[in-house]
């Protein structure tokens, strides 16, 4: 009986996260053709082609991570080699958890405030680069140290043994033994950007011209759903964009997942 | 330097209140009435913590019982290769888009009902934000109950309890520290969440300025009014962002402070 209940539970969820997906697939990618991510756009989206959302796209989620890895890395670096045991390190890694807790559109309030309004950045790639990027950390962070963690301490005492400083430990020896591990992390972060909307949409303004400066608005794929989506556009256009969208980020993540499998073997 | 890009990170933690703090300055006084209605010039914060806790409690009475339910089925009944693909399933869910889960909500449930209920869109909000956050009560109320000594299980069968019983009597009540975490957690991503109610709650509620205030949490009012906001309303939006700071970070605290045993 119980068994029987808790299967059928099972069951539904299967339905609707694969109906779910299925569904925008099925009927989103007939509608992806070359014209649809290469023209330029018209009326708001509502007709043409998708090449300024992509090419924000490329830039800002691009962009914040090119921002993040290294100083996400240099965190987790110190964090896992450098920091000594005492409880003042404890606070900080505490406080890189609690980041990690913070919603999303707080971080474009943040990006808003910071960088749109009090840099003057404006609504532009840029903000929306730097936001992601902030966002994103906590993520990178955590995934790095684990990574670094996982490394077997006798990497460390070999390369010590043989004279090595501590920094050329930790870029000759550590990172090319957790370098899958860093590489999965990056990949979820990338996929976690791809997906966000709540954070560009209060960063990145919304305009639809082809982007000529790190300053111009944009609109990437996320925002630009949500858009065509209270636009009341045309459904086959709204099932096409959402299957490039959830494309993209099924790539990512499948990618992360191989990656990660691979990692335990 | 390592060090000091760290010490950065962690600062940001400050920084982002501090600077919520800041900019909510001008309207710290007015700020403390029930009722959000911009139009009216009535900014009150508590109106907007209120939606969002109805709608994140909302949603986890819809995820609780099914997250519980999938993670009983993942640690009791499934063999390891269902195991293994419904676990990539969740992981897939939990890696999608928000803005997708709304985007097709919206078209297919609160255009296709039509326009005139609130409280059906209430419902179909929670529904939504429900499967978001299942993911989350899944795959966190499985390791906590995958935490739990193999000899409960086993001895709870021997003394010849049913299944159902060792689960009820035994396991959910010596796993329950881990699922109120799970609960917690979900709960803190339910209140944060945006675009599924930005979607789904009511969009142009300034204009039922007369009317009965409509549901509105949080966060879909920052990313709705900001862009166009002034003065005191958007000091008052800094000021919800302020208490939806805390609020997610005091979730976080207790919920670690149960992961720890």
Known sequence: ?265 | MLRAVTLGVAALVWLIGLDFLWEARPAMTALWGWDWRPALGRFGIPALIGGSLMVAGGAILVALPIGIGVALYLTEFAGPRRNRWLQRLLQVLAGMPSVVIGSLGWIYLVRAMGDRSDGLRLVITFGLLGLLILPTVATLGASALNALPPGYREGAIALGATRWQAVQRLLLPAARAGLFQATLLAFGRAIGETMIVLLTVRRDYAGFAYGMPAVQPVTSAIAMEIPTSVGIHRAALFGAGAVLLGLSLLMGAIARRFGRP
């Open chain 1, 1 to 265: 009986m119980m068994r029987a209940v808790l299967t059928a539970i099972a069951l539904l969820v299967v339905g609707v996260v694969g109906g779910l997906i299925g569904l925008v697939l099925v009927k989103g990618l007939p509608g992806v053709s070359g014209s649809l991510l290469w023209s330029a756009a018209e009326r708001l989206g509502e007709a043409g082609g998708l090449r300024p959302v992509l090419t924000s796209t490329v830039v800002i989620v691009g962009g914040a991570i090119l921002l993040v890895v290294p100083i996400g890395l240099s965190a987790a670096t110190w964090l896992q080699e450098y920091a000594p045991p005492s409880l003042w390190v404890e606070q900080v890694r505490r406080l890189i958890e609690a980041l990690a807790g913070i919603p999303s559109v707080l971080y474009g309030l943040f990006g808003f405030s910071l960088f749109a309004v009090g840099l003057g950045w404006g609504w532009s790639h840029l903000t929306a680069m730097a936001t992601l990027a902030l966002m994103l950390l906590p993520m990178v962070i955590q995934t790095g140290a684990e990574a670094l963690r996982t490394v077997p301490d006798e990497l460390r005492e070999g390369a010590r043994a043989l004279g090595a400083t501590r920094w050329e430990t930790v870029r000759y020896s550590l990172f090319p033994a957790a370098a899958p591990g860093i590489v999965t992390g990056v990949l979820l972060a990338l996929g976690r950007a791809l997906g966000e909307s709540a954070a560009v949409l209060l960063t990145a303004g919304g305009d639809l011209r082809q982007p000529q400066s790190l300053l111009d608005q944009g609109r990437p794929l996320a925002a630009h759903l949500y858009h065509l989506t209270i636009l009341d556009a045309d459904p086959n256009r709204i099932w096409a964009t959402a299957a490039v969208l959830v494309g993209l980020v099924l790539i990512v993540q499948l990618t992360a997942s191989w990656l990660g499998a691979r990692l335990q073997r």
